[in-house]
């Protein structure tokens, strides 16, 4: 059984920075195609980034692209979040979801079928 484990969020203030980290459990990194997404409360869960199963391809939304980067370790089977130039707006749950490896780029939520328990980020003015 497939098992993603989130940690890393907290409290910051503006600017700050924070890296999340989600650790596979129950398969290799390789097997999988990861993400991050969040939700912040009262809107929908939106893409923030991923990386293919061999780390060679990543993807950002427009608002993480420049401040954000995720990467994998393989030898730890986890994948981490690095959060620079937080800002209130990034104030959200994160969390981290797995596809079967693919070529495919996909954005959508809806792909994904391993998901985490969800990470806390709140980003003080």
């Known amino acids: 059984q497939v098992q993603l484990v989130e940690s890393g969020g907290g409290l910051v203030q503006a600017g700050g920075s924070l890296r999340l980290s989600c650790a596979v459990i129950?398969?290799?990194?390789?097997?999988?195609?990861m993400a991050w997404f969040r939700q912040a409360p009262g809107k929908e869960r939106e893409f923030v980034a991923l990386i293919n199963w061999n780390g060679y391809f990543t993807e950002y939304a427009d608002s993480a692209k420049g401040r954000f980067t995720i990467s994998g370790d393989s030898a730890k089977n986890t994948v981490f979040l690095q959060m620079n130039s937080l800002a209130p707006d990034d104030t959200a749950a994160y969390y981290c979801?797995?596809?079967?490896?693919?070529?495919?780029?996909?954005?959508?939520?809806?792909?994904?079928?391993?998901w985490g328990q969800g990470t806390q980020v709140t980003v003080s003015s």
């Open positions: 129950g398969r290799t990194l390789s097997s999988f195609d």
């Open positions: 979801a797995a596809r079967p490896r693919s070529t495919a780029v996909l954005v959508d939520s809806k792909h994904y079928n391993y």
